[in-house]
């Protein structure tokens, strides 16, 4: 992970990931939030509360799951997160960007867009 980045808000963002969709381990993935914590995917509701639901249901519904941290970008407070979801093995997956707002070290903001990998491309480069 740290191969990725070595700013400490990259760090602590993909940690935070890796804590949530490739160990399920909840605990560790909400101590990197703090309230309020805002949430911008239109299916989520905003604070930790149900952050740890969220995470929670997903750990459930897709106990396979698999995230693979490609590049992390920095920006101030602002971290942006591009990784390949692979919910169930075999699958082709998802391209997908986190994106995070930081305040004192904390996650407080979250905001997401998926695109699903497609079997043919018109292009010989991958989404990654």
């Given at each position: 992970?740290?191969?990725?980045?070595?700013?400490?808000?990259?760090?602590?963002?993909?940690?935070?990931?890796?804590?949530?969709?490739?160990?399920?381990?909840?605990?560790?993935?909400?101590?990197?939030?703090?309230?309020?914590?805002?949430?911008?995917?239109?299916?989520?509701?905003?604070?930790?509360?149900?952050?740890?639901?969220g995470?929670?249901?997903?750990a459930?519904?897709?106990?396979?799951?698999?995230?693979?941290?490609?590049r992390?970008?920095?920006?101030?407070?602002?971290?942006?997160?591009?990784?390949?979801?692979?919910?169930v093995?075999?699958?082709?997956?998802?391209?997908?960007v986190?994106?995070?707002r930081?305040?004192?070290?904390?996650?407080?903001?979250?905001?997401?867009?998926?695109e699903?990998?497609?079997?043919?491309?018109?292009?010989?480069?991958?989404?990654?």
């Amino acid at each position: 992970m740290a191969s990725l980045t070595t700013n400490p808000l990259g760090i602590a963002a993909i940690q935070s990931m890796d804590a949530a969709f490739n160990e399920k381990n909840i605990e560790k993935a909400m101590s990197f939030l703090a309230e309020p914590y805002i949430q911008h995917n239109p299916k989520a509701p905003s604070g930790i509360a149900a952050a740890r639901a969220g995470m929670e249901m997903l750990a459930k519904a897709f106990p396979d799951r698999r995230v693979d941290f490609k590049r992390v970008l920095v920006d101030g407070e602002l971290v942006a997160v591009h990784s390949h979801y692979i919910d169930v093995p075999g699958d082709l997956g998802q391209a997908v960007v986190d994106i995070f707002r930081f305040e004192d070290g904390k996650i407080v903001e979250h905001w997401d867009v998926h695109e699903a990998v497609p079997e043919k491309a018109a292009n010989d480069n991958t989404m990654f």
